[in-house]
């Protein structure tokens, strides 16, 4: 049981998480874990604040590998967050541009955030940047 707790909590540290045996729980037991719901979400956005804030010093310190990590956690809880896509991609694309095997997934984040309206020059750049070692290497 450990082992299985231990293994959600690498994917969500804040849920809710009942043990207890179905014959050993009363509903008002299940209904109390329910109505902490606005605790939880606070806790989450607590969370989501910290892992921001922790990735965007990362992406000030250049250091852009470990960036585009924690941006991928807190995407992972916020998959429609443009801003955080955003800078997702960019520290992939600035931790090595020459390295075309990450090309493709800056790509699809790019077309993403097109799809929902998300306009930015940088990002234009960097698709141009892409484009154009593409036809190079022609």
Same mark, same amino acid.
């Given at each position: 049981?450990?082992?299985?707790?231990?293994?959600?909590?690498?994917?969500?540290?804040?849920?809710?998480?009942?043990?207890?045996?179905? !014959? /050993?729980?009363?509903? %008002?037991? #299940?209904?109390?874990?329910?109505?902490? +719901? =606005?605790? $939880? !979400? /606070?806790?989450?956005? %607590?969370? #989501?604040?910290?892992?921001?804030?922790? +990735? =965007?010093? $990362?992406?000030?310190?250049?250091?852009?590998?470990?960036?585009?990590?924690?941006?991928?956690?807190?995407?992972?809880?916020?998959?429609?967050?443009?801003?955080?896509?955003?800078?997702?991609?960019?520290?992939?694309?600035?931790?090595?541009?020459?390295?075309?095997?990450?090309?493709?997934?800056?790509?699809?984040?790019?077309?993403?955030?097109?799809?929902?309206?998300?306009?930015?020059?940088?990002?234009?750049?960097?698709?141009?940047?892409?484009?154009?070692?593409?036809?190079?290497?022609?």
């Amino acid at each position: 049981l450990d082992a299985c707790v231990a293994l959600l909590r690498e994917h969500n540290t804040v849920a809710t998480i009942i043990t207890t045996p179905w !014959e /050993e729980i009363t509903g %008002a037991q #299940i209904l109390e874990a329910m109505e902490h +719901a =606005d605790t $939880l !979400e /606070e806790e989450l956005k %607590a969370f #989501i604040q910290k892992k921001t804030s922790e +990735a =965007d010093a $990362l992406y000030v310190e250049q250091k852009f590998k470990r960036a585009y990590e924690v941006y991928t956690q807190i995407l992972g809880l916020k998959p429609y967050d443009a801003e955080i896509r955003f800078k997702r991609m960019k520290s992939l694309f600035l931790s090595n541009r020459q390295d075309s095997s990450n090309y493709e997934l800056i790509l699809e984040d790019c077309s993403f955030l097109s799809s929902i309206g998300f306009v930015n020059e940088e990002m234009n750049e960097i698709m141009a940047f892409i484009s154009d070692g593409n036809e190079e290497n022609r």
